[in-house]
């Protein structure tokens, strides 16, 4: 008898990506949370035969610089402008969980760097969106070799894509997120226990740990920076106010020892007269 995977914790649901169904065209894929991101690019643009590297994922714009997010079951899906695929136009629109329409958040745009991991969808004004057919965690990063750009694809590559996971899935925990799990068969994936799923918790609640360590220690360091900086700040207004004392000190002294001189030069005067004429 196969273990139960439905407990109070976990929620099992298929994110079925591409099967032995017909599904062949760019815009018949559904892509979900973890999926859809803004990425810092390097380079801009992909180009065929070098290593295209995306790292700082966020959540992703609209064409309005606004950010939107894929919560609850949300999706995106591709869709050609004007209803049929001319010159590789493509936007994007945003729907619910139950496939409600709720916006389109690019009107336009083209694909670059497509691959069976996943592409770049730019909307013609430099706001980019990566979507990937893997799994992908907020503050990681992933890199690439392109077989394209960095022009844009074309639509008889648009129309006959396919991403590289014949079976694609995910087991979704309220608490933690997503868990990426691949395979072949379903039967692998009813095969999990829930000492596997545990550890697979136990593993990613460690690495948030390890991440939340890191950012206390950046934040520490930027501390310790800004007190140093307040400390080098005050030394030199302190050595400025010393140099500026010494100035003063320095006329001063000056004034004084033209008045020793001046005295000094009275008192020579006096008693160089002669005594004789001193009267009496």
Same mark, same amino acid.
Do not use: W
């Given at each position: 008898?196969?273990?139960?995977?439905?407990?109070?914790?976990?929620?099992?649901?298929?994110?079925?990506?591409?099967?032995?169904?017909?599904?062949?065209?760019?815009?018949?894929?559904?892509?979900?949370?973890?999926?859809?991101?803004?990425?810092?690019?390097?380079?801009?643009?992909?180009? /065929?035969? #070098?290593?295209?590297?995306?790292?700082?994922?966020? #959540?992703?714009?609209?064409?309005?610089?606004?950010?939107?997010?894929?919560?609850?079951?949300?999706?995106?899906?591709?869709?050609?402008?004007?209803?049929?695929?001319?010159?590789?136009?493509?936007?994007?629109?945003?729907?619910?969980?139950?496939?409600?329409?709720?916006?389109?958040?690019?009107?336009?745009?083209?694909?670059?760097?497509?691959?069976?991991?996943?592409?770049?969808?730019?909307?013609?004004?430099?706001?980019?969106?990566?979507?990937?057919?893997?799994?992908?965690?907020?503050?990681?990063?992933?890199?690439?070799?392109?077989?394209?750009?960095?022009?844009?694809?074309?639509?008889?590559?648009?129309?006959?894509?396919?991403?590289?996971?014949?079976?694609?899935?995910?087991?979704?925990?309220?608490?933690?997120?997503?868990?990426?799990?691949?395979?072949?068969?379903?039967?692998?994936?009813?095969?999990?226990?829930?000492?596997?799923?545990?550890?697979?918790?136990?593993?990613?609640?460690?690495?948030?740990?390890?991440?939340?360590?890191?950012?206390?220690?950046?934040?520490?360091?930027?501390?310790?920076?800004?007190?140093?900086?307040?400390?080098?700040?005050? /030394?030199?207004?302190?050595?400025?106010?010393?140099?500026?004392?010494?100035?003063?000190?320095?006329?001063?002294?000056?004034?004084?020892?033209?008045?020793?001189?001046?005295?000094?030069?009275?008192?020579?005067?006096?008693?160089?007269?002669?005594?004789?004429?001193?009267?009496?």
């Amino acid at each position: 008898m196969q273990p139960r995977l439905y407990t109070s914790a976990f929620l099992a649901f298929y994110l079925v990506f591409c099967s032995t169904s017909s599904l062949a065209n760019i815009t018949d894929y559904k892509f979900y949370t973890n999926q859809v991101y803004d990425a810092q690019r390097s380079p801009a643009f992909p180009i /065929a035969n #070098n290593l295209f590297t995306l790292s700082y994922f966020n #959540n992703p714009y609209r064409a309005n610089l606004t950010q939107y997010n894929l919560l609850d079951g949300g999706y995106i899906q591709l869709f050609y402008v004007g209803g049929i695929c001319h010159d590789g136009q493509v936007g994007i629109n945003h729907y619910d969980a139950k496939g409600h329409f709720l916006e389109t958040v690019q009107s336009t745009g083209h694909i670059y760097g497509l691959t069976n991991q996943g592409f770049l969808h730019d909307n013609d004004n430099n706001i980019g969106t990566f979507i990937s057919t893997q799994y992908v965690l907020n503050n990681s990063s992933l890199s690439y070799i392109p077989t394209t750009g960095p022009s844009p694809e074309s639509c008889s590559t648009l129309e006959s894509y396919k991403p590289s996971q014949t079976h694609k899935r995910f087991f979704f925990n309220f608490k933690q997120g997503l868990f990426p799990i691949t395979s072949s068969s379903p039967a692998k994936i009813n095969s999990i226990s829930e000492n596997q799923l545990s550890q697979i918790q136990q593993q990613q609640q460690a690495a948030n740990e390890i991440l939340g360590n890191q950012q206390r220690l950046i934040a520490d360091y930027a501390q310790q920076i800004q007190q140093l900086t307040a400390q080098l700040a005050d /030394a030199n207004q302190v050595q400025k106010q010393q140099a500026y004392h010494i100035e003063v000190l320095e006329k001063k002294l000056d004034q004084y020892m033209q008045l020793i001189f001046e005295h000094c030069s009275t008192t020579e005067v006096q008693s160089t007269k002669n005594p004789d004429d001193v009267k009496r």
